[in-house]
């Protein structure tokens, strides 16, 4: 499945929109899963770590981070699109939002429900804003580019980067659970079941030339 970043001139009135839900849901299930308190994904683990040492928001908090992950891009010759700023700065704002609306879960079919309910989320939020191909995310970049740069597979440095941020934000205080266990198991088959809802064509080859004249028999 090609998801190469699309010019933003292809299809905006769909893609843009699909961009900025797209992180606006991602954003809120990430609150899902905070106020279920059963384990994060690695990442957030990190961030969440980070909100006990530091007198800042988790959404700044995502930001801050997304920022200093940007700035890992320049040594790897990675270029930011659209969708990359936006990442950075939709997701910050939506889960504030959000965890200033949802309340924290005190009953285990509650705090169930949140993380089951964040994680699907999570995986069709991924799908929307992945299938607008307006650019990666800030560490879905890093990990690309370092695939790039040291020619090892996706699949390895994905691994080591996550363990690596997931063993940080533990050590900071971050909540790491069997919903950090679910979300690594889901979130893969999530995201690849919803992309074919979501992605965005690649615009038509034009059409060959037509001939101008014809062989005569």
């Known amino acids: 499945m090609d998801l190469r970043p699309l010019p933003v001139a292809h299809a905006p009135f769909r893609r843009l929109p699909q961009l900025l839900a797209g992180l606006a849901l991602y954003g809120t299930s990430m609150a899902m899963q905070v106020r279920g308190s059963l384990g994060l ?3 957030d683990v990190l961030h969440q770590g980070l909100t006990t040492r530091l007198p800042l928001s988790f959404g700044l908090i995502t930001a801050i981070t997304g920022v200093v992950v940007l700035l890992l891009w320049i040594p790897l010759r990675q270029r930011p699109g659209v969708g990359t700023v936006a990442n950075v700065v939709v997701i910050a704002f939506a889960v504030d939002a959000a965890l200033a609306l949802i309340p924290e879960a005190h009953t285990w079919p509650a705090r169930v429900g949140l993380m089951v309910g964040g994680i699907v989320l999570n995986g069709v939020a991924s799908a929307a804003y992945i299938g607008a191909r307006l650019g990666p995310g800030p560490r879905d970049g890093l990990m690309t580019g370092i695939a790039a740069r040291t020619g090892r597979s996706i699949r390895l440095v994905r691994t080591a ?3 690596v941020v997931l063993a940080t934000g533990w050590l900071l205080g971050g909540t790491a659970g069997i919903g950090t ?3 690594a198991l889901a979130i ?3 995201t690849q079941a919803f992309l074919p809802l979501f992605r965005a064509p690649t615009p038509a080859a034009s059409a060959p030339a037509a001939r101008t004249s014809r062989s005569t028999p």
């Open 41 to 43: 994904n690695p990442w």
């Open 161 to 163: 980067i996550e363990v």
């Open 181 to 183: 266990v679910l979300y």
């Open 188 to 190: 893969g088959p999530l």
